[in-house]
């Protein structure tokens, strides 16, 4: 009986390896951005996913009526951009995406005020404020496990996940989204670890 049990246990702690091991690297690592995807930025400029200059990239999806975390997190990116641009590595080492999940809702025109609410400029060489087709938005969360729905009211329900990827796309953190998820100071030590 205790051998079974002692079995029992080694298996168990050998599936849990296994468990933590899938979700915290490998699934990671398989995420990157979809090829043949093409958005709009928010003044309407074309943005392909497919010839992407090697950066390390903040990635955040947002919908522009979120009244608390998604605002909350792009605030948050905005004084880590400050705190980049002293580094003088905004833009040329460093990049900040932002998509929208909801297109539909999320004109152009509402972006342009979402990016002028947080400093994003049309020709930002740092940031893009990316809208796509709900088909193209979907592949895009989809390669990133980033989960949303709409109930109808406007309200999107979604995951809390931003993700730091490395100059070859591949996604090396994850961190969390709001005042409390996002926690500034680390996500600028990792970048700036990742640039050097």
Same mark, same amino acid.
């Given at each position: 009986?205790?051998?079974?049990?002692?079995?029992?246990?080694?298996?168990?702690?050998?599936?849990?390896?296994?468990?933590?091991?899938?979700?915290?690297?490998?699934?990671?690592?398989?995420?990157?951005?979809?090829?043949?995807?093409?958005?709009?930025?928010?003044?309407?400029?074309?943005?392909?996913?497919?010839?992407?200059?090697?950066?390390?990239?903040?990635?955040?999806?947002?919908?522009?009526?979120?009244?608390?975390?998604?605002p909350n997190t792009?605030?948050?990116?905005?004084?880590?951009?400050?705190?980049?641009?002293?580094?003088?590595?905004?833009?040329?080492?460093?990049?900040?995406? $932002? !998509? /929208?999940?909801?297109?539909?809702?999320?004109? *152009?025109?509402?972006? +342009?005020?979402?990016?002028?609410?947080? %400093?994003? &400029?049309?020709?930002?060489?740092?940031?893009?404020?990316?809208?796509?087709?709900?088909?193209?938005?979907?592949?895009?969360?989809?390669?990133?496990?980033?989960?949303?729905?709409?109930?109808?009211?406007?309200?999107?329900?979604?995951? $809390? !996940? /931003?993700?730091?990827?490395?100059?070859?796309? *591949?996604?090396?953190? +994850?961190?969390?989204?709001?005042?409390? %998820?996002? &926690?500034?100071?680390?996500?600028?030590?990792t970048i700036m670890?990742?640039?050097?």
């Amino acid at each position: 009986m205790k051998k079974l049990y002692i079995t029992f246990v080694s298996l168990l702690v050998i599936c849990i390896g296994i468990g933590i091991f899938y979700f915290t690297v490998y699934r990671q690592g398989k995420m990157e951005f979809p090829k043949n995807v093409v958005m709009e930025t928010a003044w309407g400029e074309q943005y392909s996913f497919d010839n992407m200059k090697p950066k390390v990239r903040l990635l955040e999806f947002i919908y522009t009526n979120c009244p608390d975390i998604c605002p909350n997190t792009t605030f948050q990116m905005q004084k880590l951009r400050e705190k980049l641009e002293k580094q003088n590595v905004f833009g040329n080492k460093v990049e900040f995406i $932002t !998509i /929208t999940v909801d297109p539909k809702r999320d004109t *152009r025109e509402k972006l +342009q005020a979402y990016a002028k609410t947080f %400093g994003i &400029k049309e020709n930002d060489k740092g940031w893009l404020l990316l809208r796509g087709s709900e088909e193209d938005t979907k592949k895009v969360a989809d390669a990133f496990n980033f989960q949303y729905r709409d109930p109808g009211n406007g309200m999107i329900i979604h995951s $809390t !996940i /931003t993700y730091l990827l490395d100059k070859n796309n *591949r996604v090396i953190e +994850q961190f969390g989204m709001g005042e409390k %998820g996002f &926690k500034q100071n680390e996500v600028y030590e990792t970048i700036m670890k990742e640039i050097k």
